[in-house]
T-cell receptor, first 113, second 115 residues
Framework: DAKTTQPTSMDCAEGRAANLPCNHSTISGNEYVYWYRQIHSQGPQYIIHGLKNNETNEMASLIITEDRKSSTLILPHATLRDTAVYYCIVRVEGETSGSRLTFGEGTQLTVNP | DTGVSQDPRHKITKRGQNVTFRCDPISEHNRLYWYRQTLGQGPEFLTYFQNEAQLEKSRLLSDRFSAERPKGSFSTLEIQRTEQGDSAMYLC?????????????FGPGTRLLVL
């Protein structure tokens, strides 16, 4: 799986959009970009994923650059409950190799009142 | 609630004791994963099952660790002769193998403390 690079920490004001970047310059054509978040002492929570196109769901939007070497997770109106560690993960879906998730250190997003 | 559940949520044990954790996946999910997370780090893959077959094990899974998934439903993770280094959060995730849509959903984890 391709390696990802994320900022260690970010701050955001409550009610504003939070834009979390991720670099995955070695991504290959069949690798998906997944985003999870982990609120302190809880299990990781799935947010969104994509391959080439931008994606949006009720939680967030995922913008993937045309060359697929980077992406941005957008939380449109951040709330205090969005404070968490956000993980950007790139992975291939395999048969016998499974689809293990390789977590990096993620970005600690702190939403301030 | 139909999410992934894990039991117990917390476990304190003495070094050398055996412990067993249980994971109940989302109904009809055919893949089940175990991860371990130590303080300040992201989760690390341990092993995964497709139905009842254990298809991959990480090098992190020493011979003191064993995992089972009888009948392809719930799974157990046993640690024998626990060591202080086993103290961690043990996370279970399940997914349905659909190409391009295999999303893993995690349980709340079991936090293990070995004294």
């Amino acid at each position: 799986d391709a390696k990802t690079t994320q900022p260690t920490s970010m701050d955001c004001a409550e009610g504003r959009a939070a834009n979390l970047p991720c670099n995955h310059s070695t991504i290959s054509g069949n690798e998906y970009v997944y985003w999870y978040r982990q609120i302190h002492s809880q299990g990781p929570q799935y947010i969104i994923h994509g391959l080439k196109n931008n994606e949006t769901n009720e939680m967030a939007s995922l913008i993937i650059t045309e060359d697929r070497k980077s992406s941005t997770l957008i939380l449109p109106h951040a709330t205090l409950r969005d404070t968490a560690v956000y993980y950007c993960i790139v992975r291939v879906e395999g048969e016998t190799s499974g689809s293990r998730l390789t977590f990096g250190e993620g970005t600690q997003l702190t939403v301030n009142p | 609630d139909t999410g992934v559940s894990q039991d117990p949520r917390h476990k304190i044990t003495k070094r050398g004791q055996n412990v067993t954790f249980r994971c109940d996946p989302i109904s009809e999910h055919n893949r089940l994963y175990w991860y371990r997370q130590t303080l300040g780090q992201g989760p690390e893959f341990l092993t995964y099952f497709q139905n009842e077959a254990q298809l991959e094990k990480s090098r992190l899974l020493s011979d003191r660790f064993s995992a089972e998934r009888p009948k392809g439903s719930f799974s157990t993770l046993e640690i024998q002769r626990t060591e202080q280094g086993d103290s961690a959060m043990y996370l279970c995730a399940s997914s349905l193998k659909i190409p391009g849509q295999e999303t893993q959903y995690f349980g709340p984890g079991t936090r293990l403390l070995v004294l």
